[in-house]
């Protein structure tokens, strides 16, 4: 087991180095002072993006959404719902695919909403289609596990 988390701020990009006994909930970025964990997913930029799957060490999950995407916006709520429940132990974040299409490409995003999981550095699972914030900590937990 790691001593150490490497947690990776929403705000700045700045990875902050936590003790793993340490509960992150509280925890305010070391460097531009915002919490690390809001309860609510961030929306990423593709630099930032990278950023939180090269650099955190929990696992990344990302909702690749677009604003026009009606079953995306009905599941955005859901999984704001499960962030709340899953966070500090995993990193929810939102990714517009409209604001990255060259990202969008290189993940390969056919249809959206799209939830991809990352640890790592590495994508370990991927799930398309609208689902409830119940059904994705089920999966989210269960794709970790495997
Ligand atoms: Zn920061």
């Known amino acids: 087991m790691a001593e150490h988390n490497h947690v990776v701020c929403t705000s700045c990009g700045a990875v902050n180095r936590l003790p793993a006994s340490h509960d992150a909930t509280t925890g305010k970025c070391g460097k531009c002072g915002e919490p690390l964990f809001s309860g609510q997913p961030a929306e990423v930029s593709a630099v930032q993006f990278d950023r939180q799957v090269g650099k955190s060490g929990i696992p990344v999950l990302v909702d690749v959404w677009a604003p026009w995407c009606g079953p995306c916006r009905v599941m955005g709520p859901q999984?704001?719902?499960?962030?709340?429940?899953?966070?500090?132990?995993?990193?929810?974040?939102?990714?517009?695919?409209?604001?990255?299409?060259?990202?969008?490409?290189?993940l390969g995003i056919r249809s959206i909403p799209t939830m991809l999981l990352f640890q790592d550095g590495h994508e370990i699972a991927r799930v398309s289609g609208a689902m409830s914030s119940a059904d994705i900590l089920k999966w989210a937990t269960d794709a970790r596990r495997n």
């Open 79 to 106: 999984f704001a719902a499960a962030a709340a429940k899953a966070e500090p132990a995993m990193r929810f974040i939102k990714l517009n695919s409209d604001a990255a299409p060259e990202l969008s490409a290189r």
